[in-house]
């Protein structure tokens, strides 16, 4: 297996490393991070690689110049574990990704991703996310799939003023964490992607005295003297932007908040927020006036689409069992037009899983989308109708569009990170 201090030469100029926490190697991806993100990421850096609860298991890598020994790119490796309707699935982020700008468009990147997703395989992880720049990593098979980064803006003047001298807003404590995490679960029950909640890797990102771009703060709303919320407030990575997430909570609490928030309400600068759009604060935002600006969203990918079928083998057997399809005796074909994934159902049962090279078999094919966009599919974002009003070539048979309908359906997420 690949793991802390491996080492290979890639060539005579370019050799690949992965740190094994010294602090000559923390120095140094320091160093290289500063130059190509700025003075701002020390920081943040410093936190993870130091103090990281799952830091034993986050691997930094990195290709040095074997003339001089200089760090010239690198990416991390940040371990995860998402429910995908109930189900845990070993995931990662791929963080912390820099190359020197002098050694740009030499490939050095392809590099680093090709040992990232051996990794992947030798360590089981079935899915992998960024929360990167535009564009540049769909040449790694990258799509942007499921929300993450939606704007806000909201005039203070918006913002009822009724006095709620009932609520009452404090900074959560360790004590909170029990109330915290079955807060939490409850509300990421009706989600179909969610981060399952780990404790200490909770108490590191979100447990903090004060916030930023890289950690944030957890309140408790309070209703004569009993807690009735909680919500985690930080700033965006470009530090305009609150952000913002909580459970449900009624009207007057989402108030409160906001009251919360608002420091100088009778300042004219609007109150900018990311709020997942679905979410019922999103929503509120919404009923009061607030206009949404922008949105992003986490790019995902999945390097072996039948590993993943396999995890999440249950799930499709609880959809079917729970549907008019509940008998299925039938081999339906999934293909992203390189590959089709053919599940093999007896009586309602996935008897086998196959995977098929090469180009569908058009007329037996259940379902084809191209390349990664079949993610948006598998994973909840879009409808097949959706993803073929972006993609022409995105066609399923119209025999199984309710069967896909079941299988597939489209139900919101909230994946999140602990870094």
Not at 85 to 92: H, Q
Not at 176 to 198: A, C, K, P, V, W
Not at 263 to 280: H, M, V
Not at 307 to 333: A, M, Q
Request: charged content about 25%; aromatic content about 12%.
């Amino acid at each position: 297996m690949i793991e802390k201090g491996f080492f290979t030469k890639l060539d005579e100029q370019f050799s690949l490393r992965i740190s094994n926490d010294s602090n000559e190697d923390y120095i140094k991806i320091l160093e290289l991070n500063v130059a190509v993100h700025g003075e701002e990421i020390k920081e943040y850096i410093e936190r993870i690689f130091k103090e990281h609860p799952k830091k034993q298991d986050i691997l930094w890598f990195y290709i040095e110049d074997n003339s001089t020994g200089q760090i010239i790119s690198s990416l991390t490796l940040l371990p995860l574990e998402w429910r995908f309707e109930g189900k845990l699935l070993p995931v990662c982020e791929m963080g912390f990704v820099g190359t020197l700008k002098e050694y740009r468009g030499k490939g050095i990147m392809s590099k680093l991703n090709e040992f990232y997703e051996r990794v992947m395989m030798e360590r089981g992880y079935l899915l992998s996310g960024l929360r990167g720049i535009p564009y540049y990593y769909r040449r790694f098979g990258y799509e942007f799939v499921l929300s993450l980064d939606e704007r806000f803006s909201l005039s203070p003047n918006q913002i009822p003023s009724m006095e709620l001298s009932h609520l009452d807003i404090r900074m959560a404590s360790r004590k909170d964490i029990g109330y915290i995490e079955n807060q939490y679960n409850s509300n990421s029950n009706s989600f179909l992607i969610s981060n399952n909640f780990d404790t200490e890797s909770f108490y590191f990102k979100f447990m903090n005295d004060s916030y930023d771009d890289s950690k944030l703060s957890a309140y408790i709303i309070e209703e004569n003297g009993k807690p009735e919320g909680y919500f985690l407030i930080g700033k965006s990575f470009d530090n305009e932007v609150y952000t913002i997430i909580t459970p449900q909570l009624s009207p007057p609490q989402m108030i409160k908040l906001l009251q919360h928030i608002n420091e100088n309400p009778k300042e004219e600068k609007d109150l900018n927020l990311n709020i997942a759009e679905f979410s019922e604060f999103g929503k509120y935002i919404l009923s009061i006036g607030g206009k949404l600006q922008s949105n992003y969203g986490w790019q995902l990918k999945i390097p072996d689409l039948k590993r993943f079928f396999e995890s999440i083998k249950v799930v499709l057997e609880n959809r079917i069992e729970k549907s008019k399809f509940n008998n299925l005796s039938k081999t339906v074909i999934i293909s992203d037009y390189k590959q089709s994934i053919e599940l093999i159902f007896n009586n309602g049962i996935i008897e086998a899983i196959k995977r098929k090279s090469g180009y569908p078999e058009v007329e037996k094919c259940d379902v084809r989308i191209p390349g990664a966009m079949l993610l948006k599919l598998l994973l909840g974002d879009k409808t097949i109708d959706e993803i073929n009003h972006i993609v022409k070539d995105a066609r399923v048979n119209p025999s199984s569009k309710n069967l896909i309908k079941i299988l597939f359906p489209q139900v919101n997420s909230i994946p999140d990170t602990y870094y």
